[in-house]
């Protein structure tokens, strides 16, 4: 890709969106960030941006090119979406000022069904690469990202390999400084990252608004954790996708070191916005079980959710 003429977009700048387009941006690329509610926190502060793996230094950018509407920003090469996937129903509108003939996107949204969901919208010749965050930043105020764990981003289609039009969106993250991973199949990759999202994101909320160390520290929560991940495993496996037992033991593990962390769907049922349900937990039941895979403590999850969302709405 020829780096004097990429253009990225990005839309859905909180956490995952602000810190991936500004490790792009510091590795030189044109990077455009559409903001909404810290718009004018940013144009006054810039972006502070803290990796806790390498030192913990507050890195201030201030000539960030931020805009409030997606007009502004004009066509780009690619558009990155980082939005929570409750918004699907009104990203194609909110894009389409910056979508032209030879656009591709991006998807680095949490769940199932966000590619599909893009490729409806444009054109299923249209090029889109899912891009699964296995890492943990939070946005710790308007202005300032912190990563405290750098893990890796894996990239992939459906139903094919990477395209060298998609290698090179891969690269310029590679070349940022970002771990990443080429998947030989999307849907490995969703169902990997599932493995993670689904009990954590899941059981810190209907454990009562708790972060992830006391989930591990809870016999019965943990319990579950392992229970909800082998389902996955026995779904993804039955959707063809073999993910290896030291896989599911990795994701405790890797879980432990990040102490009294708040997953993004947690976070978001704390400030009371909608909880992704359909895409972490919802879309992964139903495929899971059209293949014939028993689910019963992904059902009772996803209906304890389902609940809840209901609840804090009256």
Same mark, same amino acid.
């Given at each position: 890709?020829?780096?004097?003429?990429?253009?990225?977009?990005?839309?859905?700048?909180?956490?995952?969106?602000?810190?991936?387009?500004?490790?792009?941006?510091?590795?030189?690329?044109?990077?455009?960030?559409?903001?909404?509610?810290?718009?004018?926190?940013?144009?006054?502060?810039?972006?502070?941006?803290?990796?806790?793996?390498?030192?913990?230094?507050?890195?201030?950018?201030?000539?960030?090119?931020?805009?409030?509407?997606?007009?502004?920003?004009?066509?780009?090469?690619?558009?990155?979406?980082?939005?929570?996937?409750?918004?699907?129903?009104?990203?194609?509108?909110?894009?389409?000022?910056?979508?032209?003939?030879?656009?591709?996107?991006?998807?680095?949204?949490?769940?199932?069904?966000?590619?599909?969901?893009?490729?409806?919208?444009?054109?299923?010749?249209?090029?889109?690469?899912?891009?699964?965050?296995?890492?943990?930043?939070?946005?710790?105020?308007?202005?300032?990202?912190?990563?405290?764990?750098?893990?890796?981003?894996?990239?992939?289609?459906?139903?094919?390999?990477?395209?060298?039009?998609?290698?090179?969106?891969?690269?310029?993250?590679?070349?940022?400084?970002?771990?990443?991973?080429?998947?030989?199949?999307?849907?490995?990759?969703?169902?990997?990252?599932?493995?993670?999202?689904?009990?954590?994101?899941?059981?810190?909320?209907?454990? !009562?608004?708790?972060?992830?160390? #006391?989930?591990?520290?809870? =016999? $019965? %929560?943990?319990?579950? &954790?392992?229970?909800?991940?082998?389902?996955?495993?026995?779904?993804?496996?039955?959707?063809?996708?073999?993910?290896?037992?030291?896989?599911?033991?990795?994701?405790?593990?890797?879980?432990?070191?990040?102490?009294?962390?708040?997953?993004?769907?947690?976070?978001?049922?704390?400030?009371?916005?909608?909880?992704?349900?359909?895409?972490?937990?919802?879309?992964?039941?139903?495929?899971?079980?059209?293949? !014939?895979?028993?689910?019963?403590? #992904?059902?009772?999850?996803? =209906? $304890? %959710?389902?609940?809840? &969302?209901?609840?804090?709405?009256?």
């Amino acid at each position: 890709m020829n780096r004097e003429s990429v253009k990225i977009g990005v839309v859905g700048c909180g956490a995952i969106g602000s810190f991936y387009g500004l490790m792009l941006k510091q590795a030189g690329e044109d990077v455009h960030f559409h903001l909404r509610s810290n718009f004018q926190e940013v144009k006054k502060h810039g972006f502070s941006l803290i990796q806790q793996y390498t030192g913990g230094d507050i890195n201030k950018i201030n000539n960030a090119s931020i805009y409030r509407n997606t007009n502004e920003i004009g066509i780009c090469d690619w558009v990155m979406i980082a939005t929570k996937a409750t918004a699907n129903p009104d990203i194609p509108d909110l894009i389409a000022p910056m979508v032209g003939e030879k656009t591709s996107f991006l998807t680095l949204q949490n769940g199932m069904g966000n590619v599909e969901n893009l490729a409806e919208a444009f054109g299923l010749d249209r090029l889109v690469v899912g891009g699964l965050c296995f890492t943990c930043v939070n946005r710790l105020n308007p202005t300032t990202i912190k990563s405290l764990f750098a893990g890796y981003v894996q990239f992939g289609r459906i139903g094919s390999n990477l395209s060298p039009e998609a290698n090179r969106i891969v690269d310029c993250f590679e070349n940022a400084g970002v771990k990443v991973k080429r998947a030989d199949s999307l849907d490995d990759a969703l169902w990997r990252k599932l493995c993670w999202n689904v009990p954590f994101n899941g059981l810190c909320i209907v454990g !009562g608004g708790i972060p992830t160390d #006391l989930v591990l520290n809870s =016999l $019965e %929560l943990r319990g579950r &954790a392992q229970n909800l991940m082998k389902e996955i495993q026995c779904a993804a496996q039955k959707s063809g996708v073999i993910i290896e037992d030291n896989f599911l033991e990795k994701q405790f593990s890797i879980t432990e070191p990040m102490g009294s962390y708040k997953p993004s769907s947690l976070i978001d049922f704390l400030a009371g916005k909608p909880i992704e349900i359909q895409s972490i937990w919802g879309e992964p039941l139903r495929r899971g079980q059209a293949k !014939g895979a028993l689910m019963p403590e #992904l059902e009772k999850l996803y =209906l $304890e %959710l389902k609940h809840i &969302a209901v609840k804090s709405k009256e």
